[in-house]
């Protein structure tokens, strides 16, 4: 273990000592994906002190994204005479109710991994005559991709490019976990990525009116380990303030991309996989952007989400239960090969982070 590490889980142990002789234990929830998958690629959880429980969050895109959303898919990949779907890499093998993407591929349909949505935009153009329909999900982290390929493809005419959205806003879905209170949060490890966006100060209003930290962390182990110990101090304190030890993010986060995204975008009640719907949750396209958006354009069969049988990644990304409580996981019948749920395909998934580094 290296110096500073050390150090730092010192100072978290005793904190944690002075704060488990007043409370039972401390649950603190990791919203984004790429810490999971941090915290257990570092084996970071075995040098917490008992009592201390880090919680998985809904902050991974892919495993909030609802099934409909898929089988919405792959209704245009089966008609590949006149679609192409360009999709960020993660979503090709999530399982809909009648297929993934992968085996909708399998069968012809022309289903196409891109790394960004200006990608999406540049097959569309190449393409001419088929319709490129760009899956558009994540958070505040890729809508503002979305947004600026929406943009352009207006500004150079391709119509021939649409995106089906169903981006996401991580503050509605913490703000709903605190208010149904069925599981204990006590503080928020807050995401990197999306915070740069927003801006540490995005999350004053959660601190204020539930009275928990929030506090922005980078990736790597030690700034993990540096907001932990933020969150414990201020809890330890009695403060629940609004604060980030990442570097990269402002207080009043990226104005241009902020911008960005008010100018395309106007926020939806939006549907989450087991968290239902979240008023205000979801960007949609602006009417102004109405041709752009494949939910408008094409027929689209209206399916209802269910999990798959035994399945709870429900639960997962809501923090109530970890993957080795899922009985499939347990069983060795949803594995990274043969995944039954989307938090096991997902290089962000809770289940995939488990299998991969903490199965036992
Ligand atoms: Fe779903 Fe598989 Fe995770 Fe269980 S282990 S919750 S089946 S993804």
């Known amino acids: 273990m290296n110096k500073a590490v050390s150090l730092s889980c010192k100072k978290i142990h005793e904190i944690c000592d002075g704060l488990f002789s007043r409370r039972q234990r401390v649950q603190i929830m990791e919203v984004c994906g790429t810490h999971t998958m941090s915290i257990a690629r570092s084996g970071l959880r075995s040098l917490l002190p008992e009592g201390l429980n880090l919680i998985s969050g809904p902050g991974c895109p892919v495993c909030v994204t609802e099934q409909s959303y898929v089988d919405k898919a792959v209704a245009l990949a ?10 960020y890499g993660d979503m090709v093998r999530v399982p809909g109710s009648r297929s993934s993407l992968a085996e909708a591929r399998a ?3 022309d289903v ?12 569309a153009r190449q393409l001419g005559q088929k319709q490129v329909v760009f899956l558009a999900v994540g958070f505040e982290t890729t809508a503002p991709g979305t947004a600026l390929a929406v943009q352009e493809a207006k500004r150079q005419g391709v119509n021939n490019f649409s995106a089906l959205t169903a981006h996401k806003l991580i503050l509605p879905a913490m703000d709903a976990l605190l208010a149904a209170d069925d599981v204990r949060i006590d503080g928020f490890l807050c995401p990197g990525h999306v915070s740069v966006i ?7 209003g959660l601190s204020r009116r539930y009275g928990r930290p929030c506090v922005v962390a980078g990736f790597d182990p030690l700034q993990i380990i540096a907001a932990l110990e933020a969150i414990l101090q201020q809890l330890a304190d009695g403060r629940s303030e609004a604060v980030s030890v990442y570097p990269a993010v402002a207080r009043d986060g990226n104005p241009t991309a902020l911008k960005l995204l008010e100018d395309v975008f ?16 979801g960007l949609v396209l602006r009417q102004e952007f109405a041709e752009f958006d494949a ?38 019948r949803c ?26």
Do not use: Q
Request: charged share 25%.
């Open 335 to 360: 594995t990274p090969r043969a995944p039954v749920g989307p938090c096991m395909v997902s290089s962000e998934g809770a289940c995939a982070a488990a299998y991969k580094y903490e199965k036992r």
């Open 198 to 204: 927003l801006g540490y100060g995005a999350y004053d």
């Open 266 to 281: 106007v926020e939806a009640d939006t549907s989450w996989r087991s968290l239902g719907v979240i008023p205000n949750s």
């Open 107 to 109: 069968g012809g349909a």
């Open 295 to 332: 939910a408008k354009r094409f027929e689209l069969p209206a399916t209802e989400s269910h999990e798959s049988p035994g399945c709870r990644c429900g639960d997962v990304i809501c923090g109530r239960c970890t993957p080795f409580e899922c009985e499939l996981f347990s069983s060795g």
């Open 112 to 123: 196409r991994v891109v790394t960004s949505a200006d990608r999406a935009l540049e097959l």
């Open 78 to 87: 089966d008609r590949s005479s006149e679609f192409v779907i360009a999709t």
